[in-house]
T-cell receptor, first 114, second 109 residues
């Protein structure tokens, strides 16, 4: 079974631009979660989608948004990019809701904001 | 919000057991305790999770205190491949999830 895939793997943007990251979960998984990882803040939870509905949301500004499609694929969008948004963005999928289930992480998208 | 506290780093000798502690004194009754680890340049990897009872799997054991205010991840025989950052995480349905800062485990041959 193929693992979680994320595209693109690397991205360079400038301040003020917006970016869309994509995540394809493991086949059959209905939950997709997004995380931001930086050297200073560590691993931080962004949001979780389950069956196209946002179930959980972390403490991030409204510039960070996401959605999930009927095939469980998910996209994350960051608008009006700031230098501090430079990070590794990780996507994870699970069969059921994340509090009781195992998550499988993708390799991440490395975003650099100049 | 519930928080977790972990030591920044720990060191172990190869082939010896390792006990990684996590403090979560503000845990709520329905919060699940999960452990993930992250090897260099990789995404996090699931290790184990539990609610109230101790749990065992092929990778590790999870010992949960009776009052649930702390837990310990036990690697029975550390190998060099176990060198990673270990995260203790509380999952709460319908609410914000909490991550600890992680413990960097170093394994000496």
């Amino acid at each position: 079974k193929a693992g979680v895939t994320q595209t693109p793997r690397y991205l360079i943007k400038t301040r003020g631009q917006q970016v869309t990251l994509s995540c394809s979960p493991i086949s059959g998984h209905r939950s997709v979660s997004w995380y931001q990882q930086t050297p200073g803040q560590g691993l931080q939870f962004l949001f979780e989608y389950f069956s196209e509905t946002q179930r959980n949301k972390g403490n991030f500004p409204g510039r960070f948004s996401g959605r999930q499609f009927s095939n469980s694929r998910s996209e994350m969008n960051v608008s009006t990019l700031e230098l501090g948004d430079s990070a590794l963005y990780l996507c994870a999928s699970s069969l059921r809701v994340i509090n009781t289930d195992t998550q499988y992480f993708g390799p991440g998208t490395r975003l650099t904001v100049l | 919000d519930a928080k977790t506290t972990q030591p920044n780093s720990m060191e172990s000798n190869e082939e010896e057991p390792v006990h990684l502690p996590c403090n979560h004194s503000t845990i709520s009754g329905t919060d699940y305790i999960h452990w993930y680890r992250q090897l260099p340049s990789q995404g996090p990897e699931y290790v184990i999770h539990g609610l109230t009872s101790n749990v065992n799997n092929r990778m590790a054991s999870l010992a949960i205190a009776e009052d649930r205010k702390s837990s310990t991840l036990i690697l029975h025989r550390a190998t060099l491949r176990d060198a990673a950052v270990y995260y203790c995480i509380l999952w709460r349905a319908g609410n914000m999830l909490t991550f600890g800062g992680g413990t960097r485990l170093m394994v000496k041959p």
